[in-house]
């Protein structure tokens, strides 16, 4: 399937004792690098403003693939996996 944009927002209801959507950025970077064809998926990442959302978001979505960010908006460009020559196949970034 071709994805051209993930938006993962925070859920409804937020608490910060609540878990957060780390499934969700996990899922939107598998989804990112299967992409089939040419080009690349942005993924919208809302609400980053939490120790673990950082961790989990440069993790998988990879900070070296983040174009821009704006505040708890943070924005990546990721290619799909036949365009990562530069790592391992077992790794995200």
Request: hydrophobic residues 40%.
């Amino acid at each position: 399937m071709k994805w051209d944009l993930i938006v993962v927002d925070a859920p409804k209801g937020y608490s910060e004792t609540m878990p957060w959507r780390m499934a969700a950025v996990f899922s939107s970077a598998v989804m990112a690098r299967n992409r089939k064809g040419a080009g690349t998926t942005h993924v919208f990442l809302h609400d980053v403003d939490r120790k673990v959302e950082k961790a989990y978001a440069n993790e998988f979505l990879c900070e070296k693939y983040r174009v821009k960010s704006a505040g708890r908006l943070w924005h990546f460009e990721i290619p799909n996996a036949a365009n990562m020559s530069d790592q391992p196949g077992d790794r995200f970034c």
